[in-house]
């Protein structure tokens, strides 16, 4: 950890459909990795374990939120001493005993984050579900948690992917105190003015830092192929570091001082009247 922050490692994994233990292992692999570089935190993309666009293969690798990759991910960040946020897995809510549920059974795309001893921080289930050319909406159940946790001195929030799009959710996290946001997610071509345009605009609008882990991957059965370029924004929406589509590992220090002095200068969130 620095001085005057901590160090952020994003994870861009290659995902392969249904591929789920090479999967996991790769994410392994990069917790490890992240550890040995310094990073504080590290987080993985959405769906990394089963891949998001291999909707016939949600069912069959749901798992309860104690299940086997929950537990291999904490162990890991306690093994290596780095906080991990366990991107997204496809969560069976009727198994899941360890937390508390939106519904009784179900599937629900769903975030866990755990500090540098292993100990659950904060859990996130995806708000938004996509329904537009996309199976998700029919087959999760959404999310009604928002919290935050503080990791290494930095209020952090989750959201996941489609949820980029409704500026409310943030505004509530941002209430919440949130100073950083991290958002793993699937997102594919070609919609990259979006992808960055909208990350962007939700690190301006709520002056604070966003942090989006992309996956890297082709999804033949779906005819769809993930576009990468992950990236940590400041507070003033400037990129502090980003990839290309390739897997990668993007890195960047956070500082709350930063968040606290950009909104102390450029009071905008005071000025809100809604």
């Given amino acids: 950890m620095s001085a005057d922050g901590f160090d952020l490692a994003l994870a861009q994994l290659e995902i392969e459909a249904g591929h789920v233990e090479g999967n996991v292992e790769r994410a392994l692999a990069a917790i490890e990795r992240a550890a040995d570089r310094g990073a504080d935190l590290v987080a993985l993309p959405e769906l990394f ?9 949600y069912e069959r690798y749901a798992e309860p939120f104690e299940g ?11 093994e290596h001493g780095i906080a991990v946020l366990a991107g997204t897995i496809v969560e069976d809510l009727a198994e ?5 549920t939106p519904a009784d059974e179900g599937l629900a795309n769903t975030a866990a984050l755990f500090d540098a001893s292993g ?17 998700e909406a029919e087959l999760l159940v959404p999310g009604e948690r928002i919290e935050t946790a503080s990791i290494g001195g930095v209020t952090i929030g989750v959201t996941t992917c489609y949820d980029l799009r409704f500026p409310e959710l943030y505004r509530e996290l941002i209430d919440a105190g949130a100073e950083l ?13 979006h992808w960055e345009t909208l990350s962007r605009a939700r690190a301006i609008e709520n002056q604070c830092y966003v942090a989006t882990v992309n996956g890297s991957g082709e999804f033949d059965d779906a005819g769809a192929e993930l576009l990468g370029r992950s990236t940590v924004y400041d507070p003033w929406g400037v990129t502090l570091a980003s990839s290309g589509d ?10 709350p001082d930063t968040t606290a002095s950009i909104r102390e200068e450029f009071p905008a969130l005071r000025d809100r009247r809604l």
């Fill in 49 to 57: 374990n089963v891949g998001y666009f291999a909707f016939d293969l």
């Fill in 68 to 78: 086997e990759t929950f537990t291999r991910l904490g162990d890991a960040a306690a």
């Fill in 96 to 100: 899941t005993e360890a937390v508390e």
């Fill in 119 to 135: 100990e659950l921080q904060l859990v996130y289930r995806k708000h938004h579900l996509f329904g537009y050319d996309s199976a």
């Fill in 181 to 193: 946001l991290v958002v793993p997610s699937a997102w594919p071509y070609p919609r990259i003015e």
């Fill in 246 to 255: 390739d897997p990668a590992f993007v890195t960047a220090e956070i500082d």
